[in-house]
Nanobody
Framework: QVQLVESGGGLVQPGGSLRLSCAAS????????TGWFRQAPGNQRELVAR???????NYADSVKGRFTISRDDAKNTVYLQMDSLKPEDTAVYYC??????????WGQGTQVTVSS
């Protein structure tokens, strides 16, 4: 099993920046990829960005060029740097761990609100 704890959400003005953190513990060596998903009210949960164990990354088209996913293996932490934030980025952001077995684990979620 894996435990994921997110932090870093909050309220920011349009054009501002936030950095989300996801600290993992447990069976970390069995993680295939770690990603960030988001869910806005009335919408389905969607993939924002993902980084594999080998360091490959992919992003949703809506955040390319604005968001950057990275990780610090020494701290077992994955980050999502969000720049040039827009009101449509407002959502609850969830950290996800995709295991080699195909199982998924989720964090508790952190609210990001972009508003003036």
């Amino acid at each position: 099993q894996v435990q994921l704890v997110e932090s870093g959400g909050g309220l920011v003005q349009p054009g501002g920046s936030l950095r989300l953190s996801c600290a993992a513990s447990g069976s970390i060596s069995d993680i295939y990829a770690t990603g960030w998903f988001r869910q806005a009210p009335g919408n389905q949960r969607e993939l924002v960005a993902r980084i594999t164990r080998r360091g490959s990354t992919n992003y949703a088209d809506s955040v390319k060029g604005r968001f950057t996913i990275s990780r610090d293996d020494a701290k077992n932490t994955v980050y999502l740097q969000m720049d040039s934030l827009k009101p449509e980025d407002t959502a609850v952001y969830y950290c996800n761990a995709l295991m080699r077995t195909g199982n998924n684990y989720w964090g508790q979620g952190t609210q990001v609100t972009v508003s003036s």
